[in-house]
């Protein structure tokens, strides 16, 4: 099993930058993609960044506009969103997720069998 825990949200204004990150347990972090998504209130979920397990690959949604980065630290578990020029449409929970379904792209959400509770990005204007 994966357990996944998301820190690093907060309130910020349009231009600044925030580093989310997510701590895995499990003796098997290193063997999954791992992905952030988001998801504002009465919104569903959507795909924002993933990454490999060696970390050589990413994917990033289009509204990324190159703003984030997403990383990994497989000797430290943890999975990072580095946001940078965030704009008021970026506010949502971040949630960070391991990918459990190889049938399924690494930009779908079914794709993504454990997931973290969450944490709060509020960008104001």
């Known amino acids: 099993q994966v357990q996944l825990v998301e820190s690093g949200g907060g309130l910020v204004q349009a231009g600044d930058s925030l580093r989310l990150s997510c701590a895995a347990s499990?003796?098997?972090?290193?063997?999954?993609?791992m992905g952030w998504f988001r998801q504002a209130p009465g919104k569903e979920r959507e795909f924002v960044a993933a990454?490999?397990?060696?970390?050589?690959?990413?994917y990033y949604s289009a509204f990324v506009k190159g703003r984030f980065t997403i990383s990994r630290d497989v000797a430290k578990n943890t999975v990072y969103l580095q946001m940078n020029t965030l704009k008021p449409e970026d506010t949502a929970v971040y949630y960070c997720?391991?990918?459990?379904?190889?049938?399924?792209?690494?930009?779908?959400?079914?794709?993504?069998?454990?997931w973290g509770q969450g944490t709060q990005v509020t960008v104001s204007s």
């Open positions: 997720a391991a990918r459990n379904n190889m049938a399924k792209t690494a930009r779908d959400r079914a794709a993504y069998g454990y």
């Open positions: 499990g003796r098997t972090f290193s063997g999954y993609y």
């Open positions: 990454i490999s397990q060696s970390g050589s690959i990413t």
